[in-house]
C-alpha cells in the first residue's frame, strides 16, 4: 500500500513536471512570436529623413513634405533633419542619429556623394539601415546601401540629349555649354557625365561647365556670360529648370530668342508656357510625390521582410510642344 502511494506520488509529481515546462515552452513561443510581430509592426517603426536641404530648391521641398505626410498616414515615427546644402552640417546630423540609437531606417539625401560614402559605413556599424533617395552615394559606399529610390539621373539627361540628336542629327557640328548644380552632388554628377556620353561620337563640341547651386540668378548671369563670350553657342544643357529658366531670361535680354536651343529635365510650372512659346524645347518630369511613393513601396517590403532591387527609379516622362497641355507639374 505505501509502495503504490509512494508510486502515485512520483506519477503526479512527473505530471506537475510536465505540465510546468510546457507551459514555460508556450510562453517562451509566444514571446518569441511577439517579439518577431513588434519588429514587424510599422507602427514602431522609425525613420529619419537625411535631406540635402528641405528648402533650397522646389524639388527638395516637395521631397521633404511627401515624406512628411508617407510617415502620418502610415503611422510611422519620423524625423526630417535640413543639410543646409553643407556637409558639415549633415555630418553633425548623421552623428546625431547615431548617437540617438532609436532609429530603424535612414532615407539619405547626400549633401556631398562622397562624404556620403562614410554617413554609409558609420551608420550601418550603429546597425541602422540605409536608404539613399534623390541622390546616391558615391560608387564605392553603395554596397552598403539597401537601394536607391528616385529619378533615373541619366535615363532623363538621356531623353534630352536623344532629342538634341534627333533634331539636329549627330554629324552636324554644334557648340553647347552645361549649366549644372553642386559640383559634389552624386546626381549632378551623374547628369553630367550622361551629357557627356549621350553626345559622345557626335560632333557636337562643349565650350564649358557652369555650376549654379540652386540659384535661377546665378544661372542667368553664367549665361549672359556665355553669350558674350562665345558668338557660335547653338544650344544649352541645363541640368535642372532652374537653370533652364535662368538662361532663357539671359538669352532673351540678349536679344537671341530663338536663335539658341534649350533642354532641361525636372519640369517646373513655370516651364510649361517656355515650351509652348518655344524657348525651352524639351524637359522631362522628376516629381517628389512619385518618389515618395516609390519609397513609400520599399520601406513597406522591407517591414516584410522583403529585399527590393538596388535601383527604384520613380517615373519620369518627356515633355515638349506636343504634350505640355497634358502635364501637370507639381512646383
Same mark, same amino acid.
Given at each position: 500500500? *505505501?509502495? +503504490?502511494?509512494?508510486?502515485?506520488?512520483?506519477?503526479?509529481?512527473? $505530471?506537475?513536471?510536465?505540465?510546468?515546462?510546457?507551459?514555460?515552452?508556450?510562453?517562451?513561443?509566444?514571446?518569441?512570436?511577439?517579439?518577431?510581430?513588434?519588429?514587424?509592426? #510599422?507602427?514602431?517603426?522609425?525613420?529619419?529623413?537625411?535631406?540635402?536641404?528641405?528648402?533650397?530648391?522646389?524639388?527638395?521641398?516637395?521631397?521633404?513634405?511627401?515624406?512628411?505626410?508617407?510617415? *502620418?498616414?502610415?503611422?510611422?515615427?519620423?524625423?526630417?533633419?535640413?543639410?543646409?546644402?553643407?556637409?558639415?552640417?549633415?555630418?553633425?546630423?548623421?552623428?546625431?542619429?547615431?548617437?540617438?540609437?532609436?532609429?530603424?531606417?535612414?532615407?539619405?539625401?547626400?549633401?556631398?556623394?562622397?562624404?556620403?560614402?562614410?554617413?554609409?559605413?558609420?551608420?550601418?556599424?550603429?546597425?541602422?539601415?540605409?536608404?539613399? @533617395?534623390? #541622390?546616391?552615394?558615391?560608387?564605392?559606399?553603395?554596397?552598403?546601401?539597401?537601394?536607391?529610390?528616385?529619378?533615373?539621373?541619366?535615363?532623363?539627361?538621356?531623353?534630352?540629349?536623344?532629342?538634341?540628336?534627333? /533634331?539636329?542629327?549627330?554629324? *552636324?557640328?554644334?557648340?553647347?555649354?552645361?549649366?549644372?548644380?553642386?559640383?559634389?552632388?552624386?546626381?549632378?554628377?551623374? +547628369?553630367?557625365?550622361?551629357?557627356?556620353?549621350?553626345?559622345?561620337?557626335?560632333?557636337?563640341?562643349?565650350?564649358?561647365?557652369?555650376? $549654379?547651386?540652386?540659384?535661377?540668378?546665378?544661372? @542667368?548671369?553664367? @549665361?549672359?556670360?556665355?553669350?558674350?563670350?562665345?558668338?557660335?553657342?547653338?544650344?544649352?544643357?541645363?541640368?535642372?529648370?532652374?537653370?533652364?529658366?535662368?538662361?532663357?531670361?539671359?538669352?532673351?535680354?540678349?536679344?537671341?530668342?530663338?536663335? /539658341?536651343?534649350?533642354?532641361?529635365?525636372?519640369?517646373?510650372?513655370? #516651364?510649361?508656357?517656355?515650351?509652348?512659346?518655344?524657348?525651352?524645347?524639351?524637359?522631362?518630369? @522628376?516629381?517628389?510625390?512619385?518618389?515618395?511613393? +516609390?519609397?513609400?513601396?520599399?520601406?513597406?517590403?522591407?517591414? +516584410?521582410?522583403?529585399?527590393?532591387?538596388?535601383?527604384?527609379?520613380?517615373?519620369?516622362?518627356?515633355?515638349?510642344?506636343?504634350?505640355?497641355? #497634358?502635364?501637370?507639374?507639381?512646383?
Amino acid at each position: 500500500m *505505501k509502495v +503504490r502511494t509512494g508510486l502515485q506520488f512520483v506519477i503526479i509529481l512527473i $505530471c506537475m513536471l510536465v505540465t510546468v515546462l510546457t507551459g514555460c515552452r508556450r510562453k517562451s513561443a509566444e514571446a518569441s512570436a511577439n517579439g518577431s510581430q513588434r519588429g514587424q509592426d #510599422s507602427k514602431e517603426f522609425h525613420v529619419a529623413y537625411a535631406a540635402v536641404t528641405t528648402s533650397l530648391a522646389p524639388w527638395v521641398v516637395a521631397l521633404a513634405n511627401e515624406f512628411g505626410e508617407m510617415c *502620418k498616414r502610415n503611422d510611422w515615427k519620423y524625423d526630417i533633419y535640413d543639410g543646409e546644402g553643407n556637409p558639415t552640417v549633415q555630418t553633425e546630423q548623421i552623428n546625431s542619429i547615431i548617437s540617438d540609437g532609436d532609429v530603424d531606417m535612414v532615407v539619405l539625401f547626400p549633401v556631398d556623394g562622397e562624404v556620403g560614402v562614410q554617413y554609409v559605413k558609420d551608420l550601418t556599424s550603429a546597425g541602422i539601415g540605409v536608404i539613399t @533617395m534623390g #541622390s546616391d552615394v558615391a560608387a564605392d559606399g553603395q554596397a552598403l546601401v539597401k537601394c536607391y529610390v528616385g529619378p533615373d539621373q541619366a535615363g532623363m539627361v538621356n531623353i534630352a540629349t536623344d532629342y538634341v540628336k534627333e /533634331i539636329y542629327g549627330p554629324d *552636324k557640328p554644334l557648340n553647347y555649354v552645361i549649366l549644372s548644380g553642386f559640383d559634389v552632388q552624386y546626381d549632378y554628377i551623374l +547628369r553630367e557625365k550622361a551629357v557627356n556620353d549621350g553626345f559622345a561620337g557626335t560632333k557636337y563640341n562643349q565650350l564649358a561647365v557652369s555650376y $549654379c547651386g540652386a540659384s535661377r540668378d546665378v544661372a @542667368m548671369e553664367k @549665361m549672359a556670360n556665355y553669350l558674350v563670350t562665345y558668338n557660335n553657342l547653338d544650344f544649352v544643357a541645363c541640368l535642372s529648370d532652374e537653370f533652364a529658366l535662368g538662361a532663357i531670361q539671359a538669352i532673351d535680354e540678349a536679344g537671341k530668342t530663338g536663335q /539658341i536651343m534649350v533642354v532641361s529635365i525636372e519640369c517646373f510650372k513655370a #516651364s510649361i508656357p517656355m515650351i509652348k512659346e518655344g524657348k525651352l524645347a524639351i524637359t522631362v518630369t @522628376m516629381t517628389g510625390r512619385n518618389t515618395i511613393l +516609390r519609397l513609400e513601396e520599399v520601406l513597406k517590403a522591407y517591414l +516584410r521582410g522583403e529585399t527590393p532591387d538596388y535601383s527604384q527609379f520613380s517615373l519620369i516622362e518627356p515633355v515638349t510642344k506636343a504634350t505640355a497641355d #497634358s502635364v501637370s507639374p507639381e512646383y
